[in-house]
């Protein structure tokens, strides 16, 4: 009798282009060095224990079995109040509103829904990494228009001519991850009467809603009703309230496309986390929370900033979310000629520093100099990086 030799089969992989991103590889290299990580976007910080409070009282009081498929109706209304307070959406929390694992997983099970094999979607780079991936997995082709380099400002032109009859949907996202810049009221208009006369969905990424800064307003797609009419509008409580690790978030939409979003939803994660969603639904009683925060995190922007215009690095502007990036052309060290990628590294293992290159952002790689760090830290975590920034 022949001896056997396991073996695994061969795959064909989905996504042959994707390897271990580069937050991984950022934040296990500060690991390994002992470096401040200011490359990875959550917080080193507790969220408000009046929170973990209510995650308790779910518990015990026996909320610890599957919710409804679409979440909790609780947290569905909170957040249809919410929408309508905030930028005069009304939603119909039964129909419209759906809680999702993270945004992630929104962002996902929208492109699912709705991009068939052929279709076109247009991300604007530089993106947030699971756009094109997601898109491939729906066996979509990713169309990729760059934003203004140095601002990031959408250039209107460029989006026009990417459209075309085979497109499907256009991804936004405002704050911006990773440049941190915010869309103006008159950059939704012109998007607006853009996609009018087209069929184009929008998924818009709305994750850093509650984080905009020097008195600017979030330009939600709720607020314009030819998007709303055509829109996923995805949000996070995992980056409102500081507990990125629950993994969970919403997607607004009409009636039509959350049927859709549903049904794909209901075969992915089925549904969410129920004493999360019960104690969230509790905390969105008191509005104080999100809309206090971006008055929380400009201080956190503030004293970063500060803090690095004692260096030669470049500050870009820094309108909304915790991110700020830098450009590191005009450094006194050698290393400033690395590629970005690079000089991360060598940031992290020399300086002590971890961020991450917006090369990293890009499909093609483009290098312009420019890094970003996380401003989501607790004030002696930026007090101890700065010193070491420091030396540059």
């Known amino acids: 009798m022949a001896t056997l030799i396991p073996s695994t089969p061969a795959l064909t992989s989905r996504l042959p282009n994707v390897g271990t991103t580069i937050f991984t ?24 224990p009046a929170l973990v409070d209510a995650v308790t009282h779910a518990m015990q009081a026996g909320h610890n079995q599957y919710p409804p498929m679409p979440g909790v109706p609780a947290l569905r209304q909170a957040m249809a109040a919410k929408m309508q307070a905030l930028y005069g959406l009304r939603s119909d929390a039964a129909t419209e509103i759906t809680v999702t694992a993270g945004a992630t997983q929104a962002i996902l099970t929208a492109i699912l829904a709705v991009v068939h094999p052929g279709d076109e979607v247009i991300v604007l780079e530089p993106c947030y990494d699971s756009y094109v991936p997601n898109i491939e997995l729906a066996g979509g082709v990713a169309v990729r228009v760059p934003l203004t380099p140095g601002s990031f400002r959408p250039d209107f032109d460029l989006i026009r001519a990417a459209l075309t009859p085979r497109t499907r949907a256009l991804i936004i996202n405002s704050p911006h991850n990773p440049s941190g810049q915010v869309w103006s009221d008159a950059d939704m208009l012109q ?34 009703p030819g998007l709303a009419a055509r829109a996923f509008i995805i949000s996070s409580f995992g980056k409102t309230y500081h507990v990125t690790g629950w993994k969970v978030g919403t997607v607004v939409a009409p009636v039509p496309l959350t049927a859709e979003f549903r049904k794909v939803h209901q075969f992915n994660v089925f549904t969410v986390n129920t004493p999360m969603q019960h104690a969230l639904a509790a905390h969105m009683a008191d509005p104080a929370p999100y809309l206090q925060l971006s008055a929380f995190y400009q201080r956190k922007r503030d004293l970063f900033r500060e803090g690095l215009a004692s260096t030669r690095f470049t500050l870009l502007p820094g ?74």
């Open 25 to 48: 590889v950022m934040s296990t290299l500060a690991t390994e060095v002992g470096a401040v990580n200011l490359g990875q976007g959550f917080p080193d910080f507790n969220c408000d």
């Open 319 to 392: 309108q909304g979310t915790y991110f700020q990036c830098v450009g590191i052309g005009d450094l006194a060290v050698p290393e400033r000629d690395l590629p970005e990628a690079d000089f991360c590294q060598w940031l992290t293992r020399e300086i002590g520093v971890a961020a991450i290159p917006l090369s990293a952002f890009y499909g093609n790689g483009f290098d312009q100099k420019v890094i970003r760090f996380c401003f989501a830290k607790k004030d002696d975590t930026l007090h101890s990086a700065l010193q070491r920034l420091a030396r540059l």
């Open 191 to 224: 998007l607006q009467e853009l996609l009018a006369p087209t069929d184009v969905l929008l998924i818009s990424d709305e994750v850093y809603e509650h984080m905009v800064f020097d008195g600017q307003q979030h330009q939600s797609a709720a607020r314009f």
